[in-house]
């Protein structure tokens, strides 16, 4: 049974930095693709970031990618994310989410094979 358990979310100010991860079991993590996702209040889920198993990375939006690093660590099978220089309009549930490798590791959420539960980020001003 895959599970992907994410943890990290915190409440903080403006300006403060968490680090999420994304502790997988069940399944060979090294041969998976693994991105974040956020859903904001009232919004709709959004792609943050995805990295292949050989540690390319993407992100959704290039302002994201100066303040947020998504990595993976295969011997721990754990996927992370770093955010710095929060802002309120970072406040979001964030989700990680694994897709077996198939030559391409693209940020889309219906793409997704297995989801976590998530876990919540909210940012004060």
């Known amino acids: 049974q895959v599970q992907l358990v994410e943890s990290g979310g915190d409440s903080v100010e403006a300006g403060g930095s968490l680090r999420l991860s994304c502790a997988a079991s069940?399944?060979?993590?090294?041969?998976?693709?693994m991105a974040w996702f956020r859903q904001a209040p009232g919004k709709e889920r959004e792609g943050v970031a995805v990295i292949s198993p050989s540690e390319l990375t993407a992100y959704k939006y290039s302002s994201l990618r100066g303040r947020f690093t998504i990595s993976r660590d295969n011997a721990k099978n754990t996927l992370y994310l770093q955010l710095n220089s929060l802002t309120p309009e970072d406040t979001a549930m964030y989700f990680c989410?694994?897709?077996?490798?198939?030559?391409?590791?693209?940020?889309?959420?219906?793409?997704?094979?297995?989801w976590g539960k998530g876990t919540l980020v909210t940012i004060s001003p």
């Open positions: 989410a694994a897709r077996r490798y198939a030559g391409a590791c693209l940020l889309q959420g219906d793409d997704m094979d297995y």
């Open positions: 069940g399944l060979t993590f090294s041969n998976y693709c």
